[in-house]
């Protein structure tokens, strides 16, 4: 397996997903998937759709990306009033053919995808909210005590190892159940281990609410995943966000605790 970096939810946060990028060059990874919401809540659509399509490998629909191109269907009102602002944002590209390219690349992001993976992890299956509604379910760390029928459930349709999203909080899911965020892991990585399922959140790019404000991503390689954290300019997305009436302040001031 060539080592992957895994981004999810950038939220059209331009700045954290730059941050990310410089990191990924850093450490000389050619490889990038995104498991969705590339748009959403944040002041820079456009750029984060040129700049996830331009490096991506591929992309799966978030339920952000989803109610963008159609309809934001049990949005709370922020969120719905961001969506509605980014297909504005998208409608008001000066360039007739960027804006079609834009909509066709949103258009053609998948649901689900399926990774061969190696020996060690098996096939990975990739979705952006759960094996069992793959853009819109949440599977939260609480749902280890909580609903522990409901995990049993999703991991019958995991075939070894899962990545999703959406949640905004990383961490590993294993089929006991129970629930390993990364600093409870050795090196903040999980080693795959061939008797045991798992779903792994990678975290979000631009939104994290793990409070930990930092944008987060994950590396993929043959035995492992492991859970990085970068440093971005927090304050110059929430400025931008501030500047848009239609984006409520909260979604700005949000990101300073990462919650």
């Not at 339920?63 to 963008?68: E, M, R, S």
């Amino acid at each position: 397996m060539v080592p992957t970096a895994v981004i999810s939810d950038v939220h059209a946060n331009a700045e954290a997903l730059r941050a990310v990028l410089a990191d990924i060059d850093r450490r000389g990874l050619t490889r990038i998937i995104s498991l969705g919401d590339i748009i959403g809540y944040g002041p820079d659509p456009r750029a984060c759709v040129d700049l996830v399509r331009a490096r991506c490998e591929w992309s799966l629909m978030g339920n952000h990306d989803f109610g963008v191109l159609y309809e934001p269907t049990n949005f709370n009102p922020g969120a719905e009033s961001a969506a509605y602002w980014t297909r504005e944002a998208l409608d008001s590209e000066p360039d007739a053919a960027l804006r079609k390219e834009r909509y066709e690349f949103l258009g053609r992001l998948r649901v689900r995808v399926v990774e061969p993976g190696s020996t060690q992890s098996g096939p990975i299956l990739a979705v952006h909210g759960s094996p069992r509604r793959p853009i819109n379910e949440y599977i939260f760390p609480d749902d280890v005590v909580n609903a522990p029928d409901k995990l049993t459930t999703l991991f019958d349709r995991v075939p070894r190892l899962c990545l999703v999203g959406h949640t905004h909080v990383p961490g590993v899911f294993t089929s006991e159940p129970d629930f390993y965020p990364p600093g409870e892991l050795t090196d903040g990585a999980y080693r795959f281990a061939p008797d045991e399922k798992a779903i792994i959140n990678v975290g979000s790019v631009g939104q994290p609410r793990d409070l930990d404000p930092r944008a987060a991503y994950a590396i993929l390689t043959d035995d492992r995943i492991e859970f990085v954290r970068i440093p971005y300019d927090v304050d110059a997305t929430a400025k931008k966000i501030k500047a848009i009436p239609q984006l409520n302040d909260w979604l700005g001031d949000r990101l300073y605790e990462g919650r």
